[in-house]
């Protein structure tokens, strides 16, 4: 089992920033996939951004188009931890923010939901306008 924490939401006022962070603990793996995603009310679950392990050390990092360039994942193996730094911010982007991992690695599949194996508890991001 994996158990994932989220914290570092909050309000924030359009073009400010924020960085998620989410902690996991259990048998975690620095080869798990990492994701996060959003989900605002009334909406599905999207795909944020994702990092996944390619071999040999290399991670690759995906977003989704309506926040590249402004939202960057990394991860600190050493803590266990991985982070979603959000720069740029818009009202669209207001929603509870999951971090997920998928113990699979299901390679192209990173933007799916169903992939993913385990959840954090959501932590919710307010933008004003």
């Known amino acids: 089992q994996v158990q994932l924490v989220e914290s570092g939401g909050g309000l924030v006022q359009t073009g400010g920033s924020l960085r998620l962070s989410c902690a996991a603990s259990?048998?975690?793996?620095?080869?798990?996939?990492m994701g996060w995603f959003r989900q605002a009310p009334g909406k599905e679950r999207d795909f944020v951004a994702a990092r996944r392990w390619s071999g040999f050390g290399v991670y690759y990092a995906s977003y989704a188009d309506s926040v590249k360039g402004r939202f960057t994942i990394s991860r600190d193996n050493a803590k266990n931890t991985v982070y979603l730094q959000m720069n740029s911010l818009k009202p669209e982007d207001t929603a509870v923010y999951y971090c997920?991992?998928?113990?699979?690695?299901?390679?192209?599949?990173?933007?799916?939901?169903?992939?993913?194996?385990?959840w954090g508890q959501g932590t919710q991001v307010t933008v004003s306008s």
């Open positions: 259990g048998r975690t793996s620095s080869t798990y996939t």
């Open positions: 997920a991992a998928d113990a699979g690695n299901s390679g192209n599949n990173y933007y799916k939901a169903d992939e993913y194996d385990y």
